[in-house]
């Protein structure tokens, strides 16, 4: 049982590049999460997702898409990458939104725009 | 989403008793208490969650007064892989995202 799993682990990315951050749970989970954390602050909510086909913006969503065309991969589209973007990029999922269950997040991709 | 207050750092010793309060005047009816782990360089993990009064697992205890304002995680006789960011969270359990703050900085020393 692998969990959430992201990829990859760490990225050097140009500014005015874009790259796409994968996620895939393995879990069912039906909701899934993306957040961001800069150095040494907490969490941002970047997007989130209900379910397959559903997703919709969180606390900082600008400069950033998502898809989910499966319970399994939420995969972070960044599209013109800007140095205000290097960050740790962390994935959750959790069944139906349930905060008893608790969140399981992945282990994280470091980005650096450059 | 009630907001939530704690201290942005705390040190200890091994083997002694950390307590770290969070504060949240605005609770709502439905909102649980939740508090999670962050080691460095990893994605934050759930610890314990809670509604009233006190709540015990393996790992820690999660104390709620009556008034449900505030509430304090209590870690017994931690040791140095304690050191963690702590995270309290105030949120209906239904709800469809949770928002963290900036935790607490626990330094645990030999």
């Known amino acids: 049982n692998a969990g959430v799993t992201q990829t990859p682990k760490f990225h050097i990315l140009k500014i005015g590049q874009s790259m796409t951050l994968q996620c895939t749970q393995d879990m069912n989970h039906n909701y899934m999460y993306w957040y961001r954390q800069d150095p040494g602050m907490g969490l941002k909510l970047i997007y989130y997702?209900?379910?397959?086909?559903?997703?919709d913006k969180g606390e900082v969503p600008n400069g950033y898409n998502v898809s989910r065309s499966t319970t399994e991969d939420f995969p972070l589209r960044l599209e013109l990458a800007a140095p205000s973007q290097t960050s740790v990029y962390f994935c959750a999922s959790s069944p139906l939104g349930r905060g008893d269950y608790g969140y399981t997040f992945g282990s994280g991709t470091r980005l650096t725009v450059v | 989403l009630a907001k939530t207050t704690q201290p942005i750092s705390m040190d200890s010793y091994e083997g002694q008793e950390v307590n770290i309060t969070c504060s949240h005047n605005n609770i709502a009816t439905n909102d649980y208490i939740t508090w999670y782990q962050q080691f460095p360089s990893q994605g934050p993990r759930f610890i314990i969650q809670?509604?009233?009064t006190k709540v015990t697992n393996e790992v820690a205890s999660l104390f709620i007064p009556a008034d449900r304002k505030s509430s304090t995680l209590s870690l017994p006789r931690v040791s140095l892989s304690d050191t963690a960011v702590y995270y309290c969270l105030v949120g209906d359990r239904a709800a469809s995202k949770i928002i963290f703050g900036s935790g607490t900085r626990l330094s645990i020393q030999p």
């Open positions: 997702s209900v379910g397959a086909g559903i997703t």
């Open positions: 809670g509604y009233k």
